[in-house]
């Protein structure tokens, strides 16, 4: 069983950076699909990137080119670099587990059906 502590949010100005890390703790982090999620005040969550066990990712469109996702199987940890952030960034941040047909779902974006280890977030804030 896998579980996911969250580190590296805070509050930076607009065009700033941020490295969220997530890590894992317990038996086949590198057998999972991977994915940060963030959920704004008043909004549903979203998902922001999926990682598979080959590395294979896939974005959101908002933070394509600004966000960059990587995992490191040897340390099981995730990590989300976030550059060029925006106020619309602004989110609790989320790292989720899930089996690799998480990374298949054409739906990971809004339901992630198939995620069913999530970390406790870490708040990020973004002012202009």
Known sequence: QVQLVVSGGGSVQAGGSLR?????????????????????????????????LNGG??????????????????????????NSLKPEDTAMYYCAAGPERACFDSNWRRTAPYFDKWGQGTQVTVSS
């Open 57 to 82: 990712t896939a974005y959101a469109d908002s933070v394509k080119g600004r966000f960059t996702v990587s995992r490191d199987n040897a340390k099981n940890t995730l990590f989300l670099q976030m």
């Open 20 to 52: 969220l890390s997530c890590a894992a703790s317990g038996y086949g982090y590198s057998s999972y699909c991977m994915g940060w999620y963030r959920q704004a005040p008043g909004q549903e969550r979203e998902g922001v990137v999926i990682i598979g």
